[in-house]
């Protein structure tokens, strides 16, 4: 019985002030990151990536409106 008190007072010395509000944005800050890590994993492409597939986007409009065929009547 006595160990169980020891451990308890150890928890409870008045060494280590918290500041709640700060401790609040910690935590927000740290499921946050977590978050945003996660969708960069299910949502996320690199740079190159995305410049591959604006690139292939472009020559495909620019291929269609080669192809366009000119009416006259402002269409």
């Keep these: 019985m006595a160990e169980a008190t020891h451990l308890v007072t150890a928890e409870l010395r008045m060494g280590d002030l918290v500041n709640l509000r ?11 990151e977590q978050k945003a890590a996660s969708s960069r994993l299910a949502h996320g492409r690199s740079k190159a990536e995305r410049a591959l597939v604006q690139s292939r986007s472009d020559k495909t409009q620019r291929g269609l409106d080669q192809h366009r065929i000119e009416t006259g009547d402002g269409q």
């Design 22 to 32: 700060t401790a609040r944005k910690r935590a927000k800050r740290r499921q946050a």
